[in-house]
């Protein structure tokens, strides 16, 4: 019996050492054998930013992550990747031009947008093209492909707009006179310590009106 119990063992470890051995070489052939993907001689880099473009990433939960599939509501793109992404195709002699994909692109900061665009410029002046494509841009876009040599869009979209939907930007600055001389009207000093300098203070308000 004993004998019996030993052969049950000895197949054991062997199965166990044999699985083993097969799931190491499993993992080499895998490693060794995937293609990974070369860039040609010649070669146009596409840039397609998704969602918003930030200076720093979102933490997102793994578990959210895995129930979305990969696919994330409030899509980021990191900035810094961009610029980084397009240094390096300047001095890379296999990159021959720069395509702007800005379809999915929903905004971003003009401090970003100055960022890339200066990498744009960058490799603009080492004689490569630049080229811009879409169906339609809004402001956003727009004013990304604006870097661009040339800003192609689809004909279909054209009597809409243009195809360009700009807004324009704004600054509102504000306007505090009316509000600082109804409140030096309406502001009454307590006696004390601090008399002279609330004095003060309704005096300067008085001659901004």
Known sequence: MKKVWQIITALKNAIGNLLFIAFIVFVIVALVGHESV???????????????????????????????????????????????????????????AIALDLSRLQGTTLNQYD?????????????????????????SQYYLASFADTIYIDKESLPVMGGVFLQGFGVYPLYLKSALGQAAGQHACPQGWYLQGCRRNLSTRQHVR
Request: hydrophobic letters at 40%; aromatic letters at 6%; charged letters at 25%.
């Open 115 to 139: 960022d890339i665009g200066n990498a744009l410029d960058s490799f603009k002046d080492s004689g490569k093209p630049v080229f811009a494509y879409g169906t339609s841009y809004t402001q």
């Open 38 to 96: 070369g860039i040609p001689a010649s070669a146009v880099m596409i840039v397609d930013p998704e969602g918003v473009i930030v200076e720093q990433l979102r933490p997102i939960e793994p578990i959210e992550e895995f129930l979305r599939g990969g696919e994330s509501v409030n899509a980021e793109t990191l900035g810094r990747d961009l610029v980084d992404a397009i240094q390096l195709a300047k001095t890379d002699d296999r990159i021959k």
